[in-house]
């Protein structure tokens, strides 16, 4: 879910403010939860199953949901210290004088933060997948906060 209000090329949006893919969360989540009913409910009604292969299943059915849950799990949340990354397993804190550029380039799948040490860092919380607009948006205003904020704040 993006909490961003709407933001013109030239104001940030108001601080805190988290941006994720909306789109592609609901439809992880929502596919989790009905994987997991469906192969449980078929565990339970399968009368030749034993109670270990039921729990098996039932078992199967949680790591496949598990996993779905962890897909959606990216997401940026900025707020005025800085920007806190979370992508599948990992999760960094960022201060905003290391970001120096916010890229989403077309054929990105995701955005990139090129940072003071010189590296980039992948930030699945915004991708262009099935809400390629809303992405669009969302990374134009985390390059203004970032603009804004950045190291080239305090020379202004």
């Not at 609901?26 to 596919?31: G, I, M, S």
């Not at 409910?41 to 030749?48: F, G, K, Q, S």
């Not at 292969?53 to 790591?63: G, H, K, N, P, Y």
């Amino acid at each position: 879910m993006t909490d961003a209000a709407p933001a013109t090329p030239h104001a940030p949006p108001a601080l805190p403010v988290t941006f994720r893919p909306r789109r592609s969360r609901a439809v992880l989540l929502t596919t989790g939860a009905a994987l997991f009913a469906v192969i449980t409910v078929i565990a339970l009604m399968l009368e030749r199953l034993s109670p270990g292969e039921r729990v098996s299943f039932v078992f199967t059915a949680a790591l496949f949901a598990g996993v779905l849950v962890l897909l959606s799990r990216p997401r940026i949340v900025a707020d005025e210290e800085g920007v806190t990354v979370v992508n599948l397993t990992r999760t960094r804190r960022l201060a905003w004088p290391e970001i120096l550029r916010v890229n989403l380039r077309v054929g990105d799948p995701w955005v990139f933060l090129d940072l003071s040490d010189g590296t980039s860092l992948p930030a699945l919380g915004i991708q262009p997948g099935i809400g390629k607009a809303q992405a669009i948006r969302d990374a134009q205003a985390l390059r203004v906060l970032a603009e804004a904020r950045g190291t080239g704040a305090d020379e202004h």
